[in-house]
């Protein structure tokens, strides 16, 4: 009897070895079939790239972001090679507190001098809700990546990407969601 037709595709695949129980593992936490795991990390991976693809469209934004990152990356670099003595120590600048609170200043700096001018005056609407909208978006968004679950369905897979990037770094933010 043959399958009955759907809008799925045959892929063949070719994989490392080590890379099947890793997948098997996977689906088996979240009760799925090998199959709906691949599916799903493959369509998880691709949003993530429309996402981005979609904020780095806007080519002023772009320029912030990589003014900011530049200017955080040379300046933690800088700072982590002179207190830990090694060029290693300058790539792991993240991971020196110094050298971050360095890097930390730097992009402040940067998004300072990028500022309109003017007085930031919260919309009449609503005012409280204004005043730190900034800090409550960023808390919202930090609550994603250390839980791993977006707060909203809008923030779709948003959370596991972000955590997934920060690596090691997304460990940080249980304690620190929330404070100033």
């Keep these: 009897m043959a399958r009955p ?11 490392p070895t080590d890379l099947l129980p890793e997948l098997q593992q996977a689906a088996a936490r979240r009760g799925v079939s090998v199959n709906a795991e691949i599916v799903a990390r493959l369509k998880q991976s691709l949003e993530a790239d429309r996402h981005a693809d979609d904020v780095l469209r806007n080519s002023v934004l772009r ?13 933690g ?6 207190t830990t003595g090694t060029v290693e120590g300058s790539l792991a600048w993240y991971d ?8 930390r200043e730097a992009a402040d700096a940067v998004l300072t001098a990028l500022a ?6 919260p919309p009449r609407v609503a005012q409280k809700v204004f005043e730190n909208l900034g800090r409550g ?5 930090l609550e994603e990546i250390k839980s791993g679950e977006p707060l909203t369905s809008r923030t779709g897979d948003r959370a596991a990407g972000l955590r997934r ?11 620190r969601v929330g404070r100033k």
Excluded: C, W
Aim: avoid cysteine.
């Design 5 to 15: 037709k759907t809008d799925n595709v045959d892929i063949k695949l070719r994989a």
């Design 63 to 75: 320029g912030i972001a990589r003014t900011v990152t530049t200017a955080m990356n040379e300046t």
């Design 77 to 82: 670099r800088m700072a982590a090679f002179h």
């Design 96 to 103: 020196d507190p110094y050298a971050y609170s360095q890097a």
């Design 116 to 121: 309109p001018k003017g007085k930031a005056v």
């Design 137 to 141: 978006f960023a808390n919202g968004m």
């Design 165 to 175: 990037d920060l690596g090691h770094l997304a460990n940080r933010i249980s304690d």
